[in-house]
């Protein structure tokens, strides 16, 4: 069983920064893709930013140039920096991990992180 547990979400001033870490435990050496998405009140649950097993990093637009995604791969932690934060980025942010056993996806989640930013 894979677990994920987000930490380092806050409440902050638009312009500052956080970073929120991802700590995986389990089996999850198969794993093909991990990423952030984030969902805020009213809205559906959105990417946010992905790392993908072949090494290839996606953002979301709002996010590009703000947004960094990283892994420590030893310590099986992903990470997102947020810099020069914007009240629009406010929501609960969630980690993500997608394994692949034999045919079968598997997709797992953390239990989220909220992320407040004030204007």
């Known amino acids: 069983q894979v677990q994920l547990v987000e930490s380092g979400g806050g409440q902050v001033q638009a312009g500052g920064s956080l970073r929120l870490s991802c700590a995986a435990s389990?089996?999850?050496?198969?794993?093909?893709?991990m990423g952030w998405y984030r969902q805020a009140p009213g809205k559906q649950r959105e990417l946010v930013a992905r790392i993908t097993s072949g090494g290839s990093i996606n953002y979301a637009d709002s996010v590009k140039g703000r947004f960094t995604i990283s892994s420590d791969n030893a310590k099986n932690t992903l990470y997102l920096q947020m810099n020069s934060l914007k009240p629009e980025d406010t929501a609960v942010y969630y980690c993500?991990?997608?394994?692949?056993?034999?045919?079968?996806?598997?997709?797992?989640w953390g239990q989220g992180t909220q992320v407040t930013v004030s204007s």
């Open positions: 389990g089996n999850i050496l198969s794993t093909t893709a």
């Open positions: 993500h991990f997608r394994l692949v056993r034999g045919l079968w996806e598997y997709d797992y």
